[in-house]
């Protein structure tokens, strides 16, 4: 039997056990676009191919899964670069498949034809462009396994269309070679070394990063801080990995961190670092950072060692597997941390949270922080929260208190308005039964607005919680701090009327400016079925503290 190159492709994706793609059709995938017509694996038609590249991100994010997305050449492939870029900063584990025209044009400026994998090298962990129908089942069973393994990342496979249109007789298809598991755990030797330096400190603490979430060690990260009583803190991707409910933790570190984790940080002896790179947004003058501290960094990626900051003590290994090593060595017996030897320490940690704890004055306006904490108390912490960039993505990071991990779905190291109404879509699909909530600002949501249309097509009920202050609100208070008040093009008009654009697309849409009737209008939102847009008018000029002024140390902090 003859098989075409698009038919062998799907059946490549079926045997990773893909079950969903985010894509957008065009002429140079229709044989793709075909095949998936009388397929079993489901198809998301988003409205634009970024939004395709960000759902697929965000379903890895909240499944665990590979996520994937198909688009066409051109322009349609050069669309989803601004996602794999989000997806490869993040450590996200997806697979691009984009279309590419014929083989024998390549190089010629044919109509449509980009570059693609020339484009995305930078930004990806590894990409292919198929030359020959053979190829097909092994570079998507190697694209897949780079994808998860090690440091997640996105993989990309380019496909001419002749290729995918070719025709070969099954029993002429190579075998296609399972590519070879590398173990990512450390020696013993290097696990004993760490608790032994823990085992000394007056003054240790914990932080978790986004390594702790993507590599499912959460668990095997809250039975160790059990065993050794030390405060947890964690970077903007790690929220989650640790519950927010505890006593132990101290919030998000950082240029938003907590009062209490910045000082935490800026006076430990001893730090445990697992699963982070070090982002100048957590340790911002690098010099001062952790100046005390004698630094255990654990990472699965070796090149992240020593690359920002200097480790007294590295681990490169997988998070999941070392927690597990270091438990089993506690359980022995043989480095408990004497329960005397950080009494003073936990004294002036819980200290500074009483000095300084996160907070915000109400006033004759609603306030941002009073809705996302009021969305919390509404949803009982169990919402999945996806965020846009920017004031909202902070507040959320700072006022709704994530529990478990792969809950808090947010664009970390690029920065990408525009992220959270897509992630809030590949969220969904991943979870159709679980509320899902895009918490956004008036400028950001308008970056990917238009898969409202992916949403209420594909009877997906997200909810968007527009917090709108008609500014784009981080820039305001950077020009705010900093330039004098000169607030240069960030001031946004009062349009689009987001209650109407709601009601265009089919969802619906909701208002208000008074704070005695923010409560009852999300509540409503919330219990509404189908997409809601919740427009929220809050005070214009408030700001995200504290705030770590850029070049300043940890605890040098902006209180207000």
Not at 249 to 254: C, D, I, K, R, V
Not at 274 to 300: E, M
Request: aromatic share 8%.
């Amino acid at each position: 039997m003859k098989l075409k190159g698009s038919q062998i492709l799907l059946k490549a994706l079926q045997e990773e056990n893909v079950d969903t793609i985010f894509g957008y059709p065009g002429g140079k995938v229709l044989d793709l676009f075909d095949e998936l017509y009388q397929s079993d694996i489901r198809h998301i038609l988003v409205r634009h191919e970024q939004g395709a590249a960000h759902a697929a991100d965000a379903y890895a994010r909240a499944s665990g899964q590979v996520g994937v997305c198909l688009v066409t050449s051109g322009p349609g492939a050069t669309n989803t670069v601004t996602g794999i870029a989000n997806a490869f900063m993040d450590s996200i584990p997806i697979v691009v498949l984009t279309g590419q025209v014929q083989s024998y044009l390549i190089g010629s400026d044919a109509f449509q034809e980009a570059d693609i994998t020339g484009i995305t090298r930078p930004c990806t962990k590894h990409n292919f462009m198929i030359r020959q129908i053979e190829d097909i089942g092994q570079t998507v069973k190697d694209a897949f396994h780079i994808a998860r393994s090690g440091r997640p990342g996105p993989v990309l496979i380019d496909l001419p269309v002749d290729i995918i249109q070719m025709e070969i007789e099954e029993g002429e298809l190579p075998v296609v070679t399972m590519p070879v598991e590398k173990s990512y755990v450390p020696s013993v030797t290097q696990c004993q070394e760490a608790l032994a330096l823990l085992a000394r400190a007056q003054k240790p603490i914990i932080f978790a990063g986004g390594g702790v979430v993507i590599g499912k060690a959460s668990q095997e990260l809250r039975q160790f801080v059990k065993k050794v009583n030390i405060p947890v803190t964690s970077s903007l991707m790690g929220l989650g990995a640790f519950p927010a409910s505890d006593p132990l933790w101290l919030g998000m570190l950082g240029m938003h961190g907590t009062y209490y984790a910045n000082m935490a940080i800026s006076n430990c002896d001893v730090m445990l670092a697992i699963g982070v790179r070090f982002d100048d947004r957590v340790t911002s003058k690098v010099d001062a950072f952790a100046p005390y501290a004698r630094i255990i960094h654990i990472d699965i990626d070796p090149v992240t060692i020593d690359k920002i900051i200097q480790s007294h003590l590295s681990i490169v290994g997988d998070c999941k597997p070392t927690l597990k090593i270091f438990n089993d060595l506690m359980d022995s017996g043989r480095y408990d941390i004497p329960a005397q030897q950080t009494a003073d320490w936990l004294k002036r940690v819980d200290a500074w949270k009483k000095e300084v704890p996160l907070g915000y004055c109400k006033g004759e306006k609603i306030k941002p922080q009073w809705v996302i904490e009021t969305l919390y108390r509404l949803t009982e912490g169990k919402a999945i929260i996806t965020t846009e960039v920017g004031q909202n993505q902070m507040w959320a990071a700072q006022f709704y208190g994530f529990d478990e991990p792969n809950t808090f779905i947010t664009s970390g190291g690029l920065g990408t308005m525009g992220f959270g109404l897509p992630a809030a879509i590949g969220a969904q699909v991943a979870y159709p039964d679980r509320l899902v909530v895009d918490i956004a600002g008036d400028g950001s949501i308008q970056m990917n607005i238009q898969e409202l249309a992916t949403a209420v097509t594909s009877k997906l009920p997200v909810k968007i919680l527009i917090l709108n202050n008609s500014y784009l609100g981080m820039v305001r208070q950077w020009q705010e701090l900093f330039y004098g008040k000169r607030y240069s093009h960030t001031n946004l008009p009062s349009y689009p009327d987001f209650v109407k654009l709601a009601e265009a697309y089919g969802a619906t849409g909701l208002r208000t400016d008074k704070p005695e009737e923010m409560e009852a209008m999300l509540l409503k939102g919330l219990n509404t079925p189908g997409v809601v847009v919740m427009d929220f008018l809050v005070e214009p000029e408030e700001g995200v503290y504290p705030m770590v002024k850029p070049g300043a140390s940890l605890d040098d902090m902006l209180l207000k």
